[in-house]
């Protein structure tokens, strides 16, 4: 099972999927698609403790946490 897990000022939500069922695959698709042209950032674990940062997504990465746009003020 695979997880996408989105931050947010209240915290983090947590989306779960299974990549071998077609429908929760397009929804995890979808939600990468729309998080990323609002500004979020993508990251994929790559091992302990390593990161890596993406512009696609990808079906086969166990976890991917979306950071929101830093803004200054």
Do not use: Y
Request: net charge negative.
């Amino acid at each position: 099972m695979a997880i996408q897990i989105v931050m947010d000022r209240s915290g983090d939500s947590r989306h779960f999927f299974d990549a071998n069922d077609a429908r929760e695959l397009a929804e995890a698709e979808q939600r990468f698609r729309k998080l990323t042209k609002v500004g979020f950032t993508a990251a994929v674990r790559t091992g302990p403790g390593q990161v890596s940062q993406t512009q696609s997504f990808d079906p086969t990465a166990e976890e991917t946490v979306f950071f929101p746009r830093l803004v200054g003020g």
